[in-house]
T-cell receptor, first 110, second 115 residues
């Protein structure tokens, strides 16, 4: 089953608002990743974090690797309609083992 | 190819039927992963290959699930005697190597419905 606790499960926001979602784990990870999945598609990587405390941006997206290595957050600023989708956090401990959260479903109202 | 390609995209199987799902990774990618994604859930790890070697199959839910990658490129996930609980999206992913810095690219998935 899922080992990562991702919250919130869903969000309904107005276009232009900022969004914040996070992921926690009882286990430490060496890498944290954030993916977006559109309906009928596979997950697409948004941001990868490789060091505890690292803060990384990709356009309007900002993510941080928690210093305890057990948590991460993703912020989306000034949301737009195409931000709609399901966002997943994922943690990697070793090369072949990547665990996913249950996802945050984002709806953006124009 | 340009991306990870999976076939079939959609499969409806009768309970008890065997199914085979195919994955064509990105050319040159050494690492290949299979994930199972139930409706409303995140992907769950099934198995991992490095070239033709299956290095981790700890996520395969039962001995009805079998994966192979005989020549180190195309992989097949086989499910024998399908059950209704096998209904899910099966995602294949690949990366250049297994190192942390290598992006894992996902295919669009094979949607399996067992009736």
């Amino acid at each position: 089953g899922q080992q990562l606790n991702q919250s919130p499960q869903s969000m309904f926001i107005q276009e232009g608002e900022d969004v914040s979602m996070n992921c926690t784990s009882s286990s430490i990870f060496n890498t944290w990743l954030w993916y977006k999945q559109d309906p009928g598609e596979g997950p697409v990587l948004l941001i990868a974090l490789y060091k505890a405390g690292e803060l990384t941006s990709n356009g309007r997206l900002t993510a941080q690797f928690g210093i305890t290595r057990k948590d991460s957050f993703l912020n989306i600023s000034a949301s737009i309609p195409s931000d709609v989708g399901i966002y997943f956090c994922a943690g990697r401990y070793n090369n072949n083992d990547m665990r996913f959260g249950a996802g945050t479903r984002l709806t953006v109202k124009p | 190819g340009a991306g990870v390609s999976q076939s079939p995209r959609y499969k409806v199987a009768k309970r008890g039927q065997d199914v085979a799902l195919r994955c064509d990774p990105i050319s040159g990618h050494v690492s290949l992963f299979w994930y199972q994604q139930a409706l409303g859930q995140g992907p769950e790890f099934l198995t991992y290959f490095q070239n033709e070697a299956q290095l981790d199959k700890s996520g395969l839910p039962s001995d009805r699930f079998f994966a192979e990658r005989p020549e180190g490129s195309v992989s097949t996930l086989k499910i024998q005697r399908t059950q209704q609980e096998d209904s899910a999206v099966y995602l294949c992913a690949s990366s250049f190597t297994g190192g942390f810095g290598n992006t894992i690219y996902f295919g669009e998935g094979s949607w399996l419905t067992v009736v």
